[in-house]
């Protein structure tokens, strides 16, 4: 992975980190896939693990965990 991306990844982690709410967090991180989408390029695969989590702690804040 070019540094540009691991540079854009680990910024949006520090963002994400200090977010209160996971959803928030989420929708960052799809807009960030769906930019890669349209430009052509492939999605980071750790970026795909970011979104993964982040939806596996909105499901769990939405049934009260």
């Known amino acids: 992975m070019p540094d540009q991306m691991q540079a854009e990844i680990a910024d949006l ?3 994400i980190e200090t977010l209160d709410d996971p959803r928030e967090g989420y929708a960052l991180v799809t807009d960030r ?3 890669y989408r349209r ?3 492939a999605v980071p695969e750790d970026l795909r693990l970011i979104e993964r989590q ?3 702690e909105c499901m769990a804040a939405s049934q009260g965990r």
Request: aromatic share 0%.
């Open 13 to 15: 982690n520090t963002t």
């Open 33 to 35: 896939i769906k930019a």
């Open 39 to 41: 430009s052509g390029s």
């Open 54 to 56: 982040l939806m596996r």
